[in-house]
C-alpha cells in the first residue's frame, strides 16, 4: 500500500482548488454570500484524552456513537472556549448510530470523528489538510487496531474481560459483525453495547491525541490510504474480502 | 422485507428514551449543561426542490456530495431564516466526500442528507422520528432507484445522455463502482464526476419533497428498513452480495 505524501496531496488539492475557484467565480458565489464565513481553523484549546474517553463511554448511552465522540470533545470546548462549539447542533448527530439509522455503513466512531477534525482543523476547501488526513488516518487505525481498547471506570457490562477484535474495515456492520461472532453476544446485548460504547471512547481517545499533537505543531502524518489514486475507485484496502478473488479492474481514463 | 410501523419504531424509542432519562439523571448532565440547548425541530420554510438540485449540482464542484446537499439546503434556509442555519460549518463537511475521505462507505448525499433532516426535523433524543425515519427511507430509496435522476440546466459532461444503475445499496463504493462499470468511465473522468454531481442533486431534491410534505403536516411515511430488527445486527438488504450463500447466522439473545 502506498502512503502519499503531503507533497503529493497538496498538489492534488492544488488542482482542486485551481476549479473551485473558476467555479465559484463563475456561478456559486451567490450561494456562499448567505453564510456566516466560518474562521477555519476553529479555536482549539488542548484536552485530556483519558476525561474525553470517558464522556465519550457515558454519552454512548445517551445519543450513540457518532454523537457521542463529537459531545465527548465540543462539550469540553463549549465550556473552555465557548462558541463556535457552544451552538453545535451535537444531539442531531445521533443518526450516526449503528452506520447511520442502523444500515450499518461506516461506524459513527468515525463518522463523528471526521466531523469534529474537520470543523477544528479546517476542510481542505479552505487550504487545510490536517483534517482531512486526521480523519482518514482514523479510518486505517480503527481498521487494523484490535478494539476496544479504552477501559470506562464504570463498564456497564463485560466487567471482568473483552473480547478485542480487529474489523479490518471501517464499516459497522463489518466491525459490529466480527465482534459478535468472536464473543457470540447478540446485538442488543449489554456486553455489545458496551463494547460499542468502548470502542466509541477508543477513537475519541486516538483523535485528541492526535489533535493535541497538532495544537502543539506537530502533526505530520501523511494520508496512509487514498484508494482513488491507487485502484481508480473510492474504497477500503481489502478488496478479496467481499469480491473474493474476481477483484474487478476499475476503467482507466480515456487516452 | 418487513416495514416497521411508526407505532413499533416508537415503542422501541420509548424504551430507549426511559434508559436516556436514566443515564442523564446519573451522570452525564454535566456535559449537556455546557452546550446551548437547541430548539428542535428547526424553523424550516418549504423548499423549491428544482432550485435546490440545481444548486447541490453546482456545489458538488465545490464541495462534493455531502457538503453540497447540506449546502444546497442550509444556505437557502440561511437567507430565508437566518440562524441556526448561517453559522452550521457547511464547509467541513467536505470530509463526506468519496464515502469519507475517499474510502467508499456511505454515499455522501446520503451521509449530508441524515445531517440536514436531524437538524431540521430534531433527532429522536429528543422525541422527534422523522428525521430518523427520512434519513433511513431516503438511504433505502436511493438504493433502489435508477440514479442519476436529475438532469442540470447547464451539465458539465454526458451532455446527450446518461447512463442510469441502481446500486442496490448506499455504499459509495458500490454505487459508483456500478456506474462505472455500466458506463464504461473512469472515476477521475469528467463523465463520472458529472454523474455523482447528478446523484447529489436528485438526493437534495428528493430529501426537499419529504421535507416539504413534513412541513405540511403530512409526512407519514413508515420507517422501510432496520436491520438489526429484523437480522440482529446493522446491515443493508442484500446480504448475498457481499456474503454469497453463507450468510452468517447473528447470535441470539440469551433467555
Known amino acids: 500500500m502506498k502512503e502519499i505524501s503531503r507533497r503529493e496531496f497538496l498538489i492534488g488539492a492544488g488542482a482542486f482548488s485551481a476549479s473551485f475557484l473558476l467555479s465559484k467565480f463563475f456561478e456559486i ?19 485530556d484524552p483519558e476525561k474525553t474517553a470517558e464522556i465519550a463511554y457515558n454519552e454512548w448511552y445517551r445519543i450513540f456513537c457518532g454523537g457521542a465522540v463529537i459531545s465527548s470533545i465540543f462539550s469540553q470546548l463549549a465550556e473552555k472556549i465557548g462558541e463556535p462549539y ?9 443518526i450516526m448510530e449503528g452506520g447511520v439509522a442502523g444500515w450499518g455503513t461506516i461506524c459513527g466512531s468515525l463518522n463523528g470523528a471526521a466531523v469534529v477534525a474537520n470543523c477544528i482543523c479546517g476542510p481542505r ?7 482531512h488526513i486526521i480523519a482518514s488516518n482514523l479510518m486505517k487505525w480503527y481498521s487494523e487496531t484490535e478494539l476496544p ?9 463485560n466487567k471482568k474481560s473483552i473480547i478485542k477484535t480487529v474489523s479490518e474495515s471501517p464499516l459497522c456492520h463489518i466491525s459490529v459483525g466480527k465482534w459478535m461472532k468472536a464473543s457470540g453476544h447478540a446485538y442488543r446485548s449489554p456486553e455489545r453495547r458496551d463494547r460499542c460504547a468502548r470502542v466509541t471512547a477508543s477513537v475519541a481517545y486516538e483523535l485528541v491525541k492526535k489533535l493535541n499533537t497538532w495544537k502543539d505543531g506537530e502533526y505530520d502524518e501523511e494520508l496512509e490510504w487514498y484508494c482513488p489514486s491507487d ?16 477483484i474487478p479492474v476499475a476503467p482507466q481514463p480515456k487516452k
Not at 481498547?149 to 457490562?157: M, T
Request: proline letters at 10%.
Open 86 to 94: 457552544a451552538s453545535f447542533p451535537i444531539d442531531a448527530f445521533i
Open 125 to 131: 476547501i479552505a487550504g487545510l489538510y490536517d483534517g
Open 149 to 157: 481498547i479504552y477501559v470506562p471506570k464504570n463498564p456497564r457490562a
Open 29 to 47: 458565489s451567490s450561494v456562499q454570500a448567505k453564510v456566516k464565513p466560518q474562521k477555519w481553523p476553529w479555536p482549539y484549546e488542548k484536552l
Open 231 to 246: 485502484f481508480g475507485v473510492t474504497g477500503q484496502m481489502n478488496c478479496m474480502e467481499c469480491h473474493g478473488t474476481e
